[in-house]
């Protein structure tokens, strides 16, 4: 059975750093597209970042210069390193996995920064 | 960065009758579109992929079409558990872009 499973999250001051991994199970990360989506409260989804299976990496413009992904092989798991957090990074991140759109979603784990 | 435009915001059915959503990309995205329904509290769920194609596991009272720039879904005949926000989603360019989202209400 493939899972997800975020951790990392939590309340933050701006310009602080976090780093937020995911777990997988039932698959091979590394085989893998590999995303972080996130969604502040109330809004709608945003595509943050993403690692291919050769290793290119993308990032949404608003993270460009401030998050990194990557990845584990060794450990299955996938990170997200913030840094220079600001207010408008407040959401809801999730980790997911990409076959033709996204087939597989973790349960998100909530960034919150502020002061 | 391609832009996705759905409409309408909310659409309010009652069970039972047809549901028709449509999402639109500011420039082609071929047939890489993909749709997804959130609960509140819920990640998303992916429904459909390549413009048509079900996920695994999803009814067939969900359909999709469309190609380029105009997209549809359709949901025959709404049950309970299919209110809800719905997203599309292109995946022919970075970034990948979703619409802002459908709310599908009970009327």
């Known amino acids: 059975e493939v899972q997800l499973v975020e951790s990392g999250g939590g309340l933050i001051q701006p310009g602080g750093s976090l780093r937020l991994s995911c777990a997988a199970s039932?698959?091979?990360?590394?085989?893998?597209?590999m995303s972080w989506v996130r969604q502040a409260p109330g809004k709608g989804l945003e595509w943050v970042s993403v690692?291919?299976?050769?290793?290119?990496?993308y990032y949404a413009d608003s993270v460009k210069g401030r998050f990194t992904i990557s990845r584990d092989n060794s450990k299955n798991t996938l990170y997200l390193q913030m840094n220079s957090l600001r207010a408008e990074d407040t959401a809801v991140y999730y980790c997911?996995?990409?076959?033709?759109?996204?087939?597989?979603w973790g349960q998100g784990t909530l960034v919150t920064v502020s002061s | 960065e391609i832009v996705m435009t759905q409409s309408p915001a909310t659409l309010s059915v009652s069970p039972g009758e047809r549901a028709t959503l449509s999402c639109r990309a500011s420039?082609?995205?071929?047939?890489?579109l993909a749709w997804y329904q959130q609960k509140p509290g819920q990640a998303p769920r992916l429904l459909i992929y390549?413009?048509?194609t079900r996920a695994t596991g999803i009814p067939a009272r969900f359909s999709g079409s469309g190609s380029g720039t105009e997209f549809t879904l359709t949901i025959s005949s709404l049950q309970s558990e299919d209110f809800a926000v719905y997203y599309c989603?292109?995946?022919?360019?970075?970034?990948?872009?979703f619409g802002q989202g459908t709310k599908v209400e009970i009327k």
């Open positions: 997911a996995r990409e076959s033709g759109g996204i087939d597989y």
């Open positions: 039932g698959f091979t990360v590394s085989s893998n597209y």
């Open positions: 690692i291919y299976s050769g290793g290119s990496t």
């Open positions: 420039q082609s995205v071929s047939s890489n």
């Open positions: 390549g413009a048509s």
């Open positions: 989603q292109q995946y022919n360019n970075w970034p990948k872009t």
